[in-house]
């Protein structure tokens, strides 16, 4: 933890992890050179996270209204830096346009706009995320999810996958890591479907399953701190 005080809070709503195992080889090229890929048990994974972010603020300052709520999907594997473990982010799609602005504007981490929507029925939620662009080929992710048990004890794997403190991100040249704190995760299993995938497709098509494992935790507080430059 910084001794610094945190700089931002988020609240993170009704968040879906799903998990896919990957080579570590298929992986390590696409990470900055600095980072080392970390396993469990010799096995890369590929996270998406998809979840709803409320009540978005810095310290000392109020929600700002418009870019307080959102909906987030991000694309992330696991890596680790001088003795510490942590999370490199591929892609964090987000359905406002003035965060993804923002985002993009700091350089720090590669918020993209997309068209997102997530919609209940009964138990199964099904969410989708199209990141329309000019290129041949949009980024497109739409699955279902139905929770499929109560609050569990997690397995070694499941601590792995989740708990997550740290992040990376390389700008101009620079190393650079954030620190995030958080309670422990609440996790339940869940079953998930997916019924189109191209997402950061040159990484998604080295993944070993078609269907990933899935978890769900209802809410989570975090709090962020000042990034740090790497010696």
């Not at 996270?49 to 009540?55: A, E, G």
């Not at 987030?72 to 473990?85: A, C, P």
């Not at 918020?111 to 199964?124: E, G, I, P, Q």
């Not at 497709?201 to 809410?219: G, M, T």
Request: aromatic fraction near 14%; charge should be positive; proline fraction near 6%.
């Amino acid at each position: 933890m910084s001794r610094l005080p945190w700089v931002m809070t988020q609240e993170w709503h009704d968040v879906y992890f799903l998990h896919w195992p990957i080579s570590p080889e298929d992986i390590q090229q696409y990470v900055p050179k600095e980072l080392e890929i970390d396993t469990f048990e010799d096995q890369a994974w590929i996270g998406l996270i998809f979840f709803t972010m409320k009540n978005l603020r810095t310290r000392l300052m109020p929600p700002i209204p418009r870019i307080n709520t959102f909906l987030e999907l991000n694309v992330r594997t696991y890596v680790k830096h001088k003795g510490k473990s942590g999370v490199y982010f591929f892609s964090l799609d987000v359905n406002n346009k003035i965060v993804a602005q923002l985002g993009g504007f700091s350089g720090f981490l590669p918020f993209r706009f997309a068209n997102m929507t997530s919609k209940a029925d009964y138990h199964v939620v099904t969410f989708q995320n199209r990141r329309e662009y000019t290129e041949k080929y949009p980024e497109v992710f739409i699955a279902s999810v139905e929770v499929s048990s109560e609050p569990i004890q997690r397995t070694s794997l499941e601590y792995w996958l989740t708990e997550r403190h740290h992040l990376w991100t390389k700008v101009m040249g620079k190393l650079i890591r954030q620190y995030n704190e958080h309670s422990p995760w609440i996790l339940q299993r869940a079953h998930c479907t997916v019924h189109e995938n191209s997402m950061v497709p040159l990484i998604i098509r080295n993944v070993k399953e078609d269907e990933p494992i899935a978890h769900f935790s209802k809410y989570k507080k975090a709090f962020l701190y000042l990034p740090v430059k790497e010696s």
